[in-house]
């Protein structure tokens, strides 16, 4: 989640993150929010200020029944403003969450995967004297993968890996955990399969893939 401060104070590079990414995320909602906020925030320091000065009866002038009457009066004042800062609260936490991250300023900006370029390569792409089939092809020829079930059971591009195809991607699994854990300085956790609402949102998934 963008801090609220750096777009305040940065309006300017977060719309033109936002327009890079082709996104349409409601920034300029958030700043009209943020505004608001700021404004009322400020409004319910000034009535508890004055709440708390009236408390303590510097003004000797009044009567008592004049003081409660102001009192009762400054309280629903601070409720009011409480409960529309707390609404707002709210508001700008939803729009928050649905503002993409900055790029960094090396990634090119394009249309699609054909404005990509290519940062390093290893090797030579082999050649064939055939057409070779695309890997979801072999997968269904081979009988290792199942894309119809896989969207039956997760929806699109889901698919279930069978026979050596699920023993290969276990083999890969332990393969590339073996490798950086024992020579890469990795240290391996298994954390709990299920986790919370707060941890999907700290760690990007909602509300996105909600």
Request: net charge neutral; glycine share 6%.
């Amino acid at each position: 989640m963008l801090d609220l401060k750096f777009i305040r104070e940065n309006p300017d590079i977060v719309k033109q993150a936002i327009a890079n990414r082709h996104d349409n995320a409601p920034i300029d909602k958030v700043i009209e929010l943020d505004a608001s906020r700021r404004q009322k925030v400020l409004e319910l320091d000034n009535l508890r200020r004055a709440r708390k000065e009236g408390s303590k009866g510097h003004q000797e002038s009044t009567s008592k029944e004049d003081l409660a009457a102001q009192g009762r009066n400054l309280r629903e004042q601070v409720k009011t403003l409480e409960d529309e800062v707390k609404v707002i609260d709210d508001q700008l936490k939803a729009l928050l969450l649905q503002l993409p991250n900055i790029p960094d300023a090396s990634v090119p900006v394009g249309e699609g995967e054909q404005d990509n370029k290519i940062a390093r390569t290893w090797g030579e792409p082999k050649k064939f004297d055939f057409q070779p089939a695309p890997h979801w092809k072999l997968g269904e020829d081979l009988d290792i993968i199942d894309f119809e079930r896989g969207v039956k059971l997760s929806g699109t591009r889901f698919y279930i890996l069978k026979g050596m195809g699920a023993r290969l991607q276990r083999a890969l699994i332990w393969y590339m955990l073996d490798t950086h854990t024992r020579k890469h300085g990795y240290y391996e956790i298994y954390p709990p399969y299920m986790v919370k609402q707060e941890t999907m949102y700290a760690s990007g998934n909602l509300p996105k893939f909600a």
